[in-house]
């Protein structure tokens, strides 16, 4: 019931060809449709709905909007009474809105970012199919990532004006569309301000996570590999490819995954982790960072915070 | 340097008065690294992020790629501003930095820099 997992990512690039080559030679990813206006969307391997990723032509960079896949499409109609309960408007998009792909109940996050909920997309099944699969298709490319797995989403926190919007998102993602919260960073001197949440509604530590920052934009979205060593295959690949990388191969305290941080060539950051970290379940006790150990739960290794991890974002 | 036989030109900080050798195919950002300032923000590196903010002063820079509007408007364009990252050098150039690229030039220029990147000067032309 309710929602499942992240469907899909919408991003502003600047050069349509630059940023389709970055995601299909590097991530992995492969183009399955272009739309009339020149939008490209695209999906990994693993992947079975028509895409997880859209690539729209744009003066700046950044993210369009993030949806996530319900299980039924009467779940539309009961999340949006709650979501409105909640006091948030919503819209609801008639099915075709985005091609593919069924009516979409849009709405904005307190921190601003626009987030759809949709139940249908058109199925085309992963690269493997269902039948006596083979666990990996030949012909992959670059990272070869398995799929979109989640995002982060730097939202406007500025304590001493009494703005909040991880505290906020966090609260409506709870309240309103049932996601359990699995890790947070308390700051400040009573080590009461939420500065940072990771949020899940399957087994894996995140689903979503939030991040406090002078202004909302989109931190990075984060695809799925296998192992350490394929997320060192990856960093050859970037290498290979002179693509800018941001953080190299290290491990994250807060959910334990082993990450790469890099950018897109309209400087949209992207993960590439491996690791599913820990069974996240509601009953599992919330993880909780302080503002002393921050750094080691960013990056485990150094336990220092980059400077560009927290500034810089789109 | 020995290892890079490229040409470059002069780049010098308006607020600080330093400057270094650019090559003329590098971004104005990678030859400002060279600085060795601490704290200068390298950030996507793709004119995304807009953390690289420089007005032109003089000097003529050639485009590396799109720049986001989120960061830099038209008006701002005209007046010569861009992102460091995505504009090289085709002349020397005299550059004033913006907004979060301030702050590591608020200081007095580092005393020990860089063999090839200097303090205030302006006779690197020559050797590059």
């Known amino acids: ?314 | 340097m020995i290892f890079d036989s490229r040409p470059k030109v002069n780049v010098c900080v308006a607020q600080t008065g330093e400057s270094y050798p650019c090559a003329t195919t590098e971004s104005l950002l990678r030859g400002m690294l060279k600085l060795g300032r601490k704290g200068i923000p390298a950030g996507c590196v793709n004119g995304g992020c807009g953390v690289c903010k420089v007005r032109i002063v003089e000097g003529t820079v050639t485009s590396l790629g799109p720049v986001s509007r989120a960061h830099v408007s038209v008006d701002e364009e005209c007046r010569g501003i861009t992102l460091a990252c995505r504009v090289a050098p085709a002349t020397a150039v005299h550059l004033q930095v913006l907004g979060k690229l301030e702050k590591p030039f608020s200081t007095a220029p580092a005393t020990v820099a860089g063999e090839s990147a200097t303090l205030p000067t302006r006779q690197q032309q020559g050797d590059m």
């Open chain 1, 1 to 314: 019931m309710g929602v499942m997992r992240i469907g899909h990512a919408s991003l502003k690039v600047m050069d349509m060809a630059a940023a389709v080559k970055h995601y299909e030679n590097v991530l992995g990813l492969k183009t399955t449709m272009v739309d009339k206006a020149g939008n490209a969307y695209l999906k990994c391997w693993d992947e079975w709905d028509k895409y997880s990723l859209i690539l729209t032509p744009s003066d700046q960079a950044g993210l369009n909007h993030v949806a996530y896949k319900v299980e039924k499409e009467a779940d539309l109609d009961t999340l949006q009474r709650s979501v409105e309960a909640w006091g948030v408007k919503t819209t609801m998009l008639p099915e075709g809105t985005l091609p593919s792909t069924g009516r979409m109940l849009k709405f904005n996050l307190p921190s601003g970012h626009e987030m759809r909920l949709y139940a249908m997309k058109e199925y085309v099944g992963t690269e493997v199919g269902t039948q006596n699969p083979d666990p990996w298709p030949d012909g992959l490319k670059g990272a070869g990532a398995h799929w979109l797995d989640h995002l982060l989403l730097m939202c406007e926190m500025n304590p001493p004006e009494g703005i909040n919007t991880v505290a906020d998102n966090t609260r409506f993602m709870i309240e309103a569309l049932d996601f359990f919260l699995t890790e947070q960073v308390l700051v400040g001197p009573n080590g009461d301000i939420q500065a940072a949440t990771w949020m899940s509604r399957t087994t894996t530590p995140h689903d979503i996570a939030f991040v406090g920052g002078p202004k909302s934009g989109l931190h990075h979205i984060a695809y799925f590999l296998d192992s350490w060593h394929d997320v060192l295959k990856a960093a050859d690949v970037m290498a290979k490819n002179k693509v800018k990388i941001d953080v190299a191969p290290t491990r994250h305290g807060i959910t334990r995954g082993e990450t790469i941080y890099f950018f897109d060539p309209s400087g949209n950051r992207n993960e590439t982790f491996a690791g599913l970290g820990y069974l996240a379940q509601r009953d599992r006790p919330v993880t909780t960072w302080s503002e002393d150990k921050l750094g080691s739960g960013i990056f485990y290794h150094t336990g220092e915070l980059v400077a560009s991890f927290t500034d810089v974002y789109t």
